[in-house]
């Protein structure tokens, strides 16, 4: 039997038209802010991802995207240098 031990953060459901889960690993993130950089949503202009009230390792705000909004596209996933982000689809 393989025990799976989750790192601490929350998930936010809903993404991606209601077909992905995005969550986030508050013991990962250092709040670099790249994601939010990189985010397609936000390069349009709208304000999908975006700092949290929870906080990452080194208690600066983490992130968090809105549900109706983001398109679950990976992007945050794949460009987080310390895969703070992880996205289950449905
Ligand atoms: S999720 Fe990753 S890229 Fe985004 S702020 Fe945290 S460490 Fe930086
Ligand atoms: S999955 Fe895509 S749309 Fe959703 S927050 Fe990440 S970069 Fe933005």
Redesign the pocket.
């Known amino acids: 039997m393989t025990k799976v031990q989750e790192y601490p953060g929350f998930a936010i459901e809903g993404c991606g038209k209601g077909k992905a889960t995005w969550r ?1 690993y508050t013991e ?9 950089v ?1 985010c397609p949503i936000n390069k349009k202009g709208d304000n999908c ?1 975006k700092w949290s009230k929870e906080v ?1 390792i080194y208690s600066t705000p ?2 968090e995207p809105d549900p109706t909004l983001c398109i679950a596209c990976g992007t ?1 996933e794949r ?7 992880r996205i289950d689809r449905n």
């Open positions: 986030l990962l993130c250092k709040g670099c802010g790249l994601c939010l990189k991802l990452g983490a992130v945050c460009l987080c240098p310390d895969s703070a982000i």
